[in-house]
């Protein structure tokens, strides 16, 4: 089964809103990741956050960490159409060396 | 971009036929990785290499195999393909493999009729 469930499965907001979208995970993290795809293209890696850190910035994208509760939240502030895309949250379990993957959040942004 | 191609990008074959598809590197990465994509699944780990001729399964590796004879490929194989492999394929590469991101392929498109 998979490591991380991700909530909710689809969004859809108006364009400069917030987004925000979640994941929940199972066993014991190295890090988690999140990834985007546009459609019908490769996955393309957000950011990495490492289970001794609980909040992570990149430009408009704020990540949460909270291992005592296995979950972590991605945020895109003041969203674009150009966001519109579907995002994955990956875990490294402690001692793994691969990414297990969430189903993804389909994010729609609306102009 | 990182230097990763996935060939053939879009492919239909019969049941029963074997297919191999090729991930190809040139970023000199230790891990290589094949993934299949499909609706309500995400993406689910079919095998992963840790170094030439180093690999193990994933969570999906029944009917599939993979070589890796070299660093810089990382073949998947599907023995006798079935109707339930129909499904998109995707290549990752990592330096380390736990601690720094993934880079991904464009994917393969594999329909098997």
């Known amino acids: 089964s998979q490591q991380g469930e991700e909530d909710p499965q689809a969004l859809s907001i108006q364009e400069g809103e917030n987004a925000t979208m979640n994941c929940s995970y199972k066993?014991?993290?190295?890090?988690l990741q999140w990834y985007r795809q546009n459609s019908g293209r490769g996955l393309v890696h957000l950011i990495l956050?490492?289970?001794?850190?609980r909040e992570k910035h990149s430009g408009r994208l704020r990540v949460t960490l909270d291992t005592s509760k296995k979950s972590s939240s991605l945020l895109i502030t003041a969203s674009r159409a150009a966001d519109t895309a579907s995002y994955f949250c990956?875990?490294?379990?402690?001692?793994?060396?691969?990414?297990?993957f969430g189903q993804g959040t389909r994010l729609t942004i609306n102009p | 971009d990182a230097g990763i191609t996935q060939s053939p990008r879009h492919k239909v074959t019969e049941t029963g036929t074997p297919v191999t598809l090729r991930c190809h590197q040139t970023?000199?990465?230790?891990?290589m990785y094949w993934y299949r994509q499909d609706p309500g699944h995400g993406l689910r780990l079919i095998h992963y290499?840790?170094?030439?001729?180093?690999?193990d399964k994933g969570e999906v590796s029944d009917g599939y195999s993979v070589s890796r004879s070299k660093t810089e490929d990382f073949l998947l194989t599907l023995e006798s393909a079935t109707s339930s492999q129909t499904s998109v394929y995707f290549c990752?590469?990592?330096?380390?493999?736990?601690?720094?991101?993934?880079?991904f392929g464009q994917g393969t498109r594999l329909t098997v009729v």
């Open positions: 990752a590469i990592s330096p380390t493999g736990q601690d720094t991101e993934a880079f």
């Open positions: 066993t014991s993290i190295n890090n």
């Open positions: 956050i490492r289970s001794n850190e």
């Open positions: 990956a875990t490294v379990g402690k001692g793994a060396q691969k990414l297990v």
């Open positions: 970023e000199n990465h230790r891990y």
């Open positions: 290499s840790y170094g030439v001729k180093d690999t």
